[in-house]
């Protein structure tokens, strides 16, 4: 069982930045490809974010391309989501996500982070 803290989260100005942290405990974390996910409020949940297992690769949702910059540190069981230029549209509480792809029932939650940007 793996559990997920995200932590960072607050109001902010547009234009600002700001980082999201997710800790993992209870599993390896180096096995897990990592995503954060947001949903605003009486929207679905969207993906934005993919750190594969390793320390490169990852995705993007169009929407935060070139905005957005997810890492990890597997010595520290940590994912991180650096967001700049932040916009109005990126209020939402944002989740992070562990999964072990090809195990089914290897996918936990973390139970997500307040991020409001005023105008």
């Known amino acids: 069982q793996v559990q997920l803290v995200e932590s960072g989260g607050g109001w902010v100005q547009a234009g600002d930045s700001q980082r999201l942290s997710c800790t993992a405990s209870?599993?390896?974390?180096?096995?897990?490809?990592m995503d954060w996910y947001r949903q605003a409020p009486g929207k679905e949940r969207q993906f934005i974010a993919r750190a594969g297992t390793g320390d490169i690769s990852t995705w993007y949702a169009d929407s935060v391309k070139g905005r957005f910059t997810i890492s990890r540190d597997n010595a520290k069981n940590t994912v991180y989501l650096q967001m700049n230029s932040l916009k109005p549209e990126d209020t939402a509480v944002y989740y992070c996500r562990a999964q072990w792809l090809g195990r089914p029932g290897y996918d936990y939650w973390g139970q997500g982070t307040q991020v409001t940007v005023s105008s």
């Open positions: 209870g599993g390896t974390f180096s096995n897990y490809v």
